[in-house]
C-alpha cells in the first residue's frame, strides 16, 4: 500500500511544472455515505475554471459541472486509481495527474475510545467544522469519541471544544504569551492572549510551552490520539502573491516546529494537518472584507502554493505522525461560501471541511 501511494505522490508532484498548475494529494479519503467531491477550481491556477475541460478516470464517482463527486457505499470500500486530465476547449491535453481514492469501512476495525484535538484559526473558531466531525464520529460503527481542548465558543454544540482562535497562526501557538494577572493561565481565562500550550513562570514574567502539562491540566492527563490542524491563512494572507515561498517556507517551518513539539510530548498520536483551505470563487467576498487591498487572485495564487509546499514538506512523514488532510478539494468555492466573506465558508462550507477531516479518520480507526 505504502509503495503504492508512494508512486502516485510521485505522479502527483510532476504536474506543478504546467502553466495551471494541477495539483493532487498523494491520496483522498471516503467513506461510506459521505459525499466527497474535487471541485475543478480548487485543483488548478487559474481565474477562469470554466474555459476548461476536466476528465476524471476512476471506477467510481461522476463529474458535474463544477466538480467530481462520489458517495460511495459499504460495497465499495478499497483503493481506487483516480487519474485526472485538464484539457482545452479544442479538447487539447494541457496537464494531467493521478491520486488515489481510499475508501474506508463504515464500521471501525477499533473499540478503544478517541481523544480528538482540534487545532486552528477562526475557521475552527466558528465551530461549525468540529461540529461536524463530531456528528460523523457519533454515528455508529466509531468508537466513543470526545474533543478536546479548552475553548468552548457559543457555536460549539454541547461535548465540541477546541482551541481556534481567531487570527492565529502556526507561530502564535508556540510563542504566544501576554503576562496575566496572578492565578490566570492558559486556557479559557487567557485564550486571547496566551497560547493554551504555554503556561507563565514561576515570576509570571515570560511563559513556557509544556504539552505535558496541557494534557494534564485539560486532558485528564491522557495525550489525544489524534490531533487536527487547520492553518495557513493568517501566516500568508499578505504575502507577495508574485513571490510567496519565502513566507511559505517561514511558516512552514514554524508548523514544523510545532508539530515536533506535539510528536515528542504525544508520539503515539497521529498528526492531521489540513491542506488551506481555497478561497471564495466570488471576488466580492474579498472586495466586502478587504476593498481593493486583498483581491481574491492574490489570495488565490498564494493559497494554491501553500497547498503544493505542504504537499512537498509534510507528505511520506508518517513515521513521525504526520499526515495531510486534503481540505481544500472538498469545499465548494461557490455554494460553500457566503457572497460576503472571502475565506470563511458558510455552513454547507465548513461541513465539508468536517467531512474531509472526518473521512482521514476513518482510514486510521
Same mark, same amino acid.
Given at each position: 500500500?505504502?509503495?503504492?501511494?508512494?508512486?502516485?505522490?510521485?505522479?502527483?508532484?510532476?504536474?506543478?511544472?504546467?502553466?495551471?498548475?494541477?495539483?493532487?494529494?498523494?491520496?483522498?479519503?471516503?467513506?461510506?455515505?459521505?459525499?466527497?467531491?474535487?471541485?475543478?477550481?480548487?485543483?488548478?491556477?487559474?481565474?477562469?475554471?470554466?474555459?476548461?475541460?476536466?476528465?476524471?478516470?476512476?471506477?467510481?464517482?461522476?463529474?458535474?459541472?463544477?466538480?467530481?463527486?462520489?458517495?460511495?457505499?459499504?460495497?465499495?470500500?478499497?483503493?481506487?486509481?483516480?487519474?485526472?486530465?485538464?484539457?482545452?476547449?479544442?479538447?487539447?491535453?494541457?496537464?494531467?495527474?493521478?491520486?488515489?481514492?481510499?475508501?474506508?469501512?463504515?464500521?471501525?476495525?477499533?473499540?478503544?475510545?478517541?481523544?480528538?484535538?482540534?487545532?486552528?484559526?477562526?475557521?475552527?473558531?466558528?465551530?461549525?467544522?468540529?461540529?461536524?466531525?463530531?456528528?460523523?464520529? #457519533?454515528? /455508529?460503527?466509531?468508537? +466513543? %469519541? !470526545?474533543?478536546?481542548?479548552?475553548?468552548?465558543?457559543?457555536?460549539? $454544540?454541547? @461535548?465540541?471544544?477546541?482551541?481556534?482562535?481567531?487570527?492565529?497562526?502556526?507561530?502564535?501557538?508556540?510563542?504566544?504569551?501576554?503576562?496575566?494577572?496572578?492565578?490566570?493561565? #492558559?486556557? /479559557?481565562?487567557?485564550? +486571547? %492572549? !496566551?497560547?493554551?500550550?504555554?503556561?507563565?513562570?514561576?515570576?509570571? $514574567?515570560? @511563559?513556557?510551552?509544556?504539552?505535558?502539562?496541557?494534557?494534564?491540566?485539560?486532558?485528564?492527563?491522557?495525550?489525544?490520539?489524534?490531533?487536527?490542524?487547520?492553518?495557513?491563512?493568517?501566516?500568508?494572507?499578505?504575502?507577495?502573491?508574485?513571490?510567496?515561498?519565502?513566507?511559505?517556507?517561514?511558516?512552514?517551518?514554524?508548523?514544523?516546529?510545532?508539530?515536533?513539539?506535539?510528536?515528542?510530548?504525544?508520539?503515539?498520536?497521529?498528526?492531521?494537518?489540513?491542506?488551506?483551505?481555497?478561497?471564495?470563487?466570488?471576488?466580492?467576498?474579498?472586495?466586502?472584507?478587504?476593498?481593493?487591498?486583498?483581491?481574491?487572485?492574490?489570495?488565490?495564487?498564494?493559497?494554491?502554493?501553500?497547498?503544493?509546499?505542504?504537499?512537498?514538506?509534510?507528505?511520506?512523514?508518517?513515521?513521525?505522525?504526520?499526515?495531510?488532510?486534503?481540505?481544500?478539494?472538498?469545499?465548494?468555492?461557490?455554494?460553500?461560501?457566503?457572497?460576503?466573506?472571502?475565506?470563511?465558508?458558510?455552513?454547507?462550507?465548513?461541513?465539508?471541511?468536517?467531512?474531509?477531516?472526518?473521512?482521514?479518520?476513518?482510514?486510521?480507526?
Amino acid at each position: 500500500m505504502h509503495r503504492f501511494l508512494s508512486l502516485y505522490c510521485a505522479l502527483t508532484f510532476s504536474a506543478f511544472a504546467g502553466d495551471l498548475q494541477l495539483t493532487l494529494p498523494p491520496v483522498v479519503y471516503a467513506t461510506p455515505d459521505v459525499p466527497i467531491s474535487i471541485y475543478y477550481d480548487n485543483i488548478i491556477l487559474t481565474e477562469k475554471p470554466e474555459d476548461y475541460r476536466f476528465e476524471f478516470k476512476c471506477k467510481l464517482g461522476a463529474s458535474e459541472d463544477r466538480r467530481w463527486t462520489v458517495t460511495p457505499s459499504d460495497k465499495d470500500v478499497g483503493d481506487y486509481p483516480l487519474a485526472v486530465t485538464v484539457k482545452d476547449v479544442g479538447g487539447k491535453v494541457l496537464e494531467q495527474a493521478q491520486t488515489t481514492l481510499h475508501i474506508s469501512p463504515r464500521k471501525s476495525s477499533s473499540t478503544k475510545p478517541l481523544r480528538v484535538l482540534i487545532v486552528g484559526d477562526s475557521l475552527t473558531h466558528a465551530s461549525f467544522y468540529p461540529n461536524e466531525i463530531a456528528r460523523l464520529l #457519533a454515528l /455508529p460503527g466509531n468508537p +466513543k %469519541a !470526545t474533543l478536546l481542548g479548552t475553548h468552548k465558543p457559543g457555536g460549539a $454544540k454541547p @461535548g465540541v471544544a477546541h482551541e481556534g482562535y481567531g487570527g492565529w497562526k502556526w507561530s502564535d501557538f508556540l510563542t504566544k504569551f501576554a503576562p496575566e494577572t496572578p492565578g490566570v493561565a #492558559a486556557g /479559557p481565562l487567557a485564550r +486571547k %492572549a !496566551t497560547s493554551p500550550f504555554i503556561f507563565p513562570s514561576a515570576d509570571g $514574567k515570560k @511563559g513556557d510551552f509544556d504539552l505535558l502539562r496541557y494534557f494534564k491540566e485539560y486532558c485528564d492527563n491522557q495525550p489525544p490520539d489524534v490531533v487536527t490542524f487547520l492553518l495557513g491563512i493568517n501566516d500568508c494572507f499578505g504575502a507577495d502573491p508574485n513571490n510567496p515561498d519565502a513566507k511559505i517556507n517561514e511558516v512552514l517551518d514554524n508548523a514544523d516546529k510545532l508539530l515536533a513539539q506535539f510528536h515528542k510530548a504525544a508520539p503515539n498520536a497521529k498528526l492531521a494537518v489540513g491542506l488551506t483551505t481555497p478561497p471564495n470563487a466570488r471576488q466580492e467576498g474579498f472586495t466586502a472584507n478587504y476593498k481593493d487591498k486583498y483581491p481574491r487572485w492574490g489570495w488565490k495564487r498564494i493559497q494554491h502554493r501553500i497547498v503544493q509546499h505542504m504537499l512537498k514538506r509534510l507528505s511520506g512523514r508518517e513515521k513521525e505522525g504526520i499526515f495531510v488532510v486534503p481540505t481544500e478539494l472538498n469545499l465548494d468555492p461557490v455554494d460553500g461560501y457566503p457572497n460576503n466573506n472571502g475565506v470563511h465558508p458558510n455552513p454547507t462550507g465548513y461541513a465539508q471541511i468536517g467531512a474531509s477531516f472526518y473521512s482521514w479518520m476513518k482510514s486510521k480507526l
